[in-house]
């Protein structure tokens, strides 16, 4: 072979069925791609159906909700080309609204849309398409016949919101907001404020059962990770074996032992102490949540301290040692340093998963340990499901911010599950 055709260019070069090597590099690893993307196809449609599009669905719905502006067209067409007060074209407008919900029998659906804005109006609208073949000129006069509220601003103003599918009501009701008659926004009494309390409330309860888990979670995964690995796999199964018991189980279980006449508090007593009258109320409410759930989320901080802790020479800290440091500057400077991908990624998932818990604080919380999520499923039930998709949008834009800080400051390039 000469040195020419050793320092021919890949375009010369060739297969044994005569195609060029650059074309047929090409197309194997075209099909290579093919394959691989096939592969992960079914993982890709699971998640776009039963992720991405729910999360869509759920985005849009708080946003959109046709409840009034499809049930009174032609008020909302007066209100679209008039940002003044109501006139008597505008009862007219509504006059024939009123006649077409009451032949469609969807007067009651129109007065849900306005009541998540200004309670009590749904009664109104259905009262009034009782006597809707009544509604004759003037128009004003006879709607204030049937009820004077139709004259009062914040109606109209509750409707004009309500006019456009597009609406930003329901967030601003999770912000504690409302509207007032000029069409300004204000919060709300300060009684009447749940949403951002129980949503702060929510994210610092969370926070506190992630650094319980922590300070829990760290000797048992290092004790995982340098014990005999006999004793480590028996200690193991006890950290696993609440994966294999039913979460109903396990939260019922606790009942049991919180209760004021439960275990916990029947052994206080016996052993003088608490006396029988002050028995412990740990249960049905925020402490009971804190407990429970701690519990529950206890693992999913050990495995991944355990994965990061049993990689981690021991040779370290023994180099440390013979250079004179003690024992807590090797565990501040040598040790814990090396732990900080695992506490991080344990941290991280504990509070998320705390966040949008909702079965154990449903059960063992009370009024007093209920969360965000336990707010969400109010909703859900009632029926309002765009106020209950504002708020999961709230709660998804919290985690989310929350991993965007965690990725400023640690780096989520550092994150190790296992």
Not at 67 to 82: D, L
């Amino acid at each position: 072979m000469t040195d020419t055709t050793l320092a021919a260019p890949a375009e010369m070069l060739t297969t044994t069925d005569g195609t060029p090597l650059k074309k047929a590099l090409t197309r194997a690893q075209r099909r290579a791609k093919g394959r691989a993307f096939l592969l992960v196809l079914p993982l890709l449609a699971f998640v776009l159906l039963t992720f991405v599009i729910p999360i869509g669905q759920m985005l849009t719905r708080s946003v959109n909700h046709d409840g009034f502006s499809a049930s009174a067209p032609e008020v909302s067409a007066w209100f679209h080309t008039n940002p003044g007060a109501p006139d008597e074209a505008a009862y007219a407008a509504l006059a024939a609204d009123f006649k077409k919900m009451k032949a469609d029998r969807t007067a009651g659906e129109a007065g849900t849309r306005v009541n998540y804005t200004l309670p009590e109006s749904r009664s109104l609208f259905t009262k009034t398409a009782r006597v809707a073949d009544d509604l004759a000129p003037p128009y004003k006069e006879a709607f204030l016949a049937v009820d004077k509220k139709w004259e009062d601003p914040l109606v109209w103003e509750a409707m004009r919101a309500a006019s456009s599918a597009l609406t930003s009501d329901f967030y601003l009701i999770g912000l504690d907001m409302e509207r007032t008659a000029d069409g300004s926004i204000r919060r709300v009494p300060e009684n009447e404020r749940i949403y951002v309390y129980l949503y702060v409330k929510t994210f610092i309860l969370s926070a506190v059962i992630t650094v319980i888990c922590l300070l829990l979670a760290f000797p048992i995964a290092h004790l995982l990770a340098t014990l005999p690995m006999a004793k480590a796999n028996l200690l193991m199964i006890l950290v696993l074996l609440p994966f294999w018991t039913s979460l109903l189980v396990r939260t019922t279980s606790w009942i049991v032992l919180l209760q004021g006449q439960g275990v916990v508090n029947s052994l206080l007593v016996a052993m003088g102490v608490i006396d029988a009258e002050g028995r412990l109320q740990m249960i049905y409410n925020q402490t009971g949540t804190i407990i429970v759930m701690t519990h529950i989320l206890l693992p999913f901080m050990i495995l991944p301290l355990y994965s990061v802790m049993r990689v981690i020479p021991p040779s370290y800290a023994r180099a440390a040692r013979s250079l004179g440091a003690t024992s807590w500057t090797t565990f501040r400077r040598i040790y814990l340093p090396q732990t900080l991908p695992g506490m991080g990624a344990g941290a991280l998932l504990v509070f998320i998963l705390a966040v949008g818990y909702y079965i154990t604080p449903a059960l063992v919380g009370g009024a007093d340990g209920q969360l965000f999520s336990n707010l969400i499923q109010f909703h859900m039930s009632k029926s309002n499901w765009s106020l209950a998709a504002a708020l999961s949008s709230m709660l998804l834009v919290g985690v989310l911010l929350l991993y965007w800080l965690y990725d400023r400051l640690v780096g989520i390039d550092k994150l190790k599950l296992g």
